[in-house]
């Protein structure tokens, strides 16, 4: 190597001040292009190292986002799951109430048609009684005026029989 150090020392010293100035210009020109690019290589490496730590925090955001999603998941069925339970046990109540309204109402009906047969019956006795204690009356005062004017018979003579009235 040193025969071609003391080469390119010979060689420079033929060149002319222009040639070598030349020359450092030129070397000059591809350090600032080397730079250049350096630096180019550098903004390159640079992004793509933010680009994997988005990528990265994308990720990371994407799994959080998942876990986020799940437990929301999660929460919505149990949700869903009470409010079905809580819908049957207001409907087993519900029933309970109605087949309880339904027993109560038909006792109320037996015991509305029982209190009516018996305002009926006990209405019946009563007419039949009052008829025939009218007939009775009736009878008597005709016996005492058994002579008197057709004329004036009265309405019971003329009314149904005792106990043929409505049913």
Do not use: W
């Not at 190597?1 to 390119?8: N, Y």
């Not at 020109?29 to 925090?57: A, C, M, N, P, Y």
């Not at 058994?146 to 004036?152: A, K």
């Amino acid at each position: 190597m040193q025969g071609d150090d003391s080469k390119e020392g010979k060689d420079s010293k033929r060149l002319s001040r222009a040639e070598l100035l030349e020359m450092l210009i030129e070397q000059s020109k591809e350090v600032e292009s080397l730079k250049k690019k350096v630096d180019e290589l550098q903004k390159q490496l640079d992004d793509r190292t933010i680009q994997l730590q988005q990528t990265g925090s994308i990720a990371e955001a994407a799994l959080a986002l998942n876990d986020i999603f799940k437990a929301a998941d999660q929460a919505a069925s149990q949700y869903i799951e009470s409010i079905k339970r809580m819908e049957h046990e207001k409907n087993v109540e519900f029933q309970a109430l109605r087949q309880k309204t339904l027993d109560a109402c038909a006792v109320m009906r037996e015991d509305t048609q029982e209190y009516c047969r018996r305002l009926r019956y006990e209405s019946e006795a009563k007419r039949d009684a009052l008829y025939a204690q009218l007939e009775k009356e009736e009878i008597e005062k005709n016996n005492s005026s058994e002579g008197s004017d057709p004329s004036t018979r009265t309405c019971l003579e003329t009314s149904p029989s005792v106990g043929g009235g409505v049913s």
